[in-house]
């Protein structure tokens, strides 16, 4: 069984409660042991490094100290704590100086960054360390009667010096786990695009444009749903779809799902097991 430090993301503790429900249900199916990090604190999203690039670099270096405290690999399902944490990291690894003063500080709690621990994605651990071989082999209920729009947002892509795993202006992982579970992928070019999230309480109006374009390509490609490997993506596209498409002058609807969702149905899981219930698209 391989074993994960799991990093419990605020919008996953709060918003999106069935993303991490579905996670539980299926872990084990898959050989994956996904250790919780309860000790773990905000990773300050996109913002603190601008409001403190010091104590960015210290909670995200106590976020990793408590992994490698465990002697694994920190593991995320949100793109955002993602690109946030690695690219603390990569800071963290790049100045002796900066590690020592974090660490100074660290060594209070009896915890020490020291740069062992890989921060990953979960659609990344699927894909590279449980294969889609074995996924296929898992699969009870296989997605065959859906067209898929994937959407991965942009926080797993870019920027590429930090994220590096697909190409940003094609990627492709999403859409491989998608055809290992059974389901078509529909042509999609908003697949790589942002979903206006982080622009959303200071520019709604733009931001929700944003989503309405690629809510519509999605439902213009008669897709059956959009699947996406991120809460934030999935709290705009889901929560705030029927303010976004009325917006947009645009009456229809399309249900949103995360890749832990579409992975339990795969595996068999009910949708009452899984909290899809709790979508506010239905």
Same mark, same amino acid.
């Given at each position: 069984?391989?074993?994960?430090?799991?990093?419990?993301?605020?919008?996953?503790?709060?918003?999106?409660?069935?993303?991490?429900?579905?996670?539980?249900?299926?872990?084990?199916?898959?050989?994956?042991?996904?250790?919780?990090?309860?000790?773990?604190?905000?990773?300050?999203?996109?913002?603190?490094?601008?409001?403190?690039?010091?104590?960015?670099?210290?909670?995200?270096?106590?976020?990793?100290?408590?992994?490698?405290?465990?002697?694994?690999?920190?593991?995320?399902?949100?793109?955002?704590?993602?690109?946030?944490?690695?690219?603390? &990291?990569?800071?963290?690894?790049?100045?002796?100086?900066?590690?020592?003063?974090?660490?100074?500080?660290?060594?209070?709690?009896?915890?020490?960054? &020291?740069?062992?621990?890989?921060?990953?994605?979960?659609?990344?651990?699927?894909?590279?360390?449980?294969?889609?071989?074995?996924?296929?082999?898992?699969? &009870?209920?296989?997605?065959?009667?859906?067209?898929?729009?994937?959407?991965?947002?942009?926080?797993?892509?870019?920027?590429?010096?930090?994220?590096?795993?697909?190409?940003?202006?094609?990627?492709?992982?999403?859409?491989?786990?998608?055809?290992?579970?059974?389901?078509?992928?529909?042509?999609?070019?908003?697949?790589?695009?942002?979903?206006?999230?982080?622009?959303?309480?200071?520019?709604?109006?733009?931001?929700?444009?944003?989503?309405?374009?690629?809510?519509?390509?999605?439902?213009?490609?008669?897709?059956?749903?959009?699947?996406?490997?991120?809460?934030?993506?999935?709290?705009?596209?889901?929560?705030?779809?029927? &303010?976004?498409?009325?917006?947009?002058?645009?009456?229809?609807?399309?249900?949103?799902?995360?890749?832990?969702?579409?992975?339990?149905?795969?595996?068999?899981?009910?949708?009452?097991?899984?909290?899809?219930?709790?979508?506010?698209?239905?």
């Amino acid at each position: 069984m391989k074993r994960y430090a799991y990093y419990l993301s605020c919008i996953n503790e709060s918003m999106t409660k069935e993303l991490d429900r579905s996670i539980d249900l299926w872990q084990k199916d898959l050989d994956l042991e996904l250790i919780k990090l309860h000790e773990s604190t905000c990773c300050g999203g996109s913002n603190l490094e601008y409001v403190s690039p010091k104590h960015f670099a210290l909670v995200n270096a106590r976020n990793i100290a408590h992994a490698e405290k465990l002697g694994l690999d920190l593991v995320v399902s949100c793109n955002t704590c993602l690109m946030t944490i690695r690219t603390a &990291k990569k800071k963290l690894d790049s100045s002796a100086e900066l590690k020592c003063e974090v660490n100074e500080i660290l060594k209070k709690e009896g915890l020490e960054y &020291k740069g062992t621990s890989e921060v990953r994605h979960l659609l990344w651990i699927l894909i590279e360390d449980v294969g889609l071989d074995v996924i296929k082999s898992k699969v &009870k209920v296989p997605l065959k009667n859906y067209k898929i729009a994937p959407f991965y947002g942009c926080h797993i892509l870019r920027p590429s010096t930090v994220l590096g795993k697909d190409n940003p202006l094609d990627p492709s992982s999403l859409d491989q786990l998608i055809e290992a579970l059974g389901g078509t992928t529909i042509p999609y070019e908003h697949k790589n695009r942002c979903c206006g999230f982080h622009t959303l309480l200071v520019a709604e109006e733009e931001s929700l444009n944003v989503a309405a374009e690629a809510l519509n390509e999605a439902i213009e490609s008669k897709a059956d749903f959009i699947v996406t490997p991120c809460p934030l993506c999935h709290t705009v596209l889901d929560g705030y779809q029927a &303010k976004a498409l009325k917006q947009a002058h645009i009456n229809a609807s399309i249900p949103v799902f995360h890749l832990s969702e579409m992975v339990g149905l795969a595996l068999g899981y009910t949708k009452k097991q899984l909290g899809i219930k709790r979508h506010i698209v239905s």
